[in-house]
């Protein structure tokens, strides 16, 4: 499966780029590509292209904050958790939300 998240937490440092590599880290197990771009203190690193977001079967918002830019995202139907859910188990809800897709 092709996945697109963006990350960000209230500080903008170090939650942030520990989702995304959460977020990587799982996604490789699995099997799926995945393309994360991180929103914090140093502004938006990895920004997603628009062929990213439109090709991709699955979009998730590891966010504690507002997500900058978030009209990109106004065709897909987006999954928004914490960061910190993320960093606790990212393979387990990568593996979840993929089961649910599945279903429908």
Not at 52 to 78: G, L
């Amino acid at each position: 499966m092709k996945i697109v998240a963006i990350t960000s937490c209230a500080t903008g440092i170090a939650h942030s780029y520990m989702a995304a590599e959460a977020l990587r880290k799982a996604a490789k197990e699995l099997g799926d590509e995945i393309r994360v771009e991180v929103q914090g203190a140093m502004g938006i690193e990895n920004r997603l292209t628009d062929e990213q977001i439109v090709e991709a079967d699955i979009v998730i918002w590891a966010v504690d904050v507002n997500v900058r830019d978030k009209d990109r995202f106004d065709e897909k139907n987006v999954i928004q958790l914490g960061p910190n859910e993320v960093i606790r188990d990212a393979k387990k809800i990568l593996s979840d939300i993929k089961a649910n897709l599945s279903k429908s």
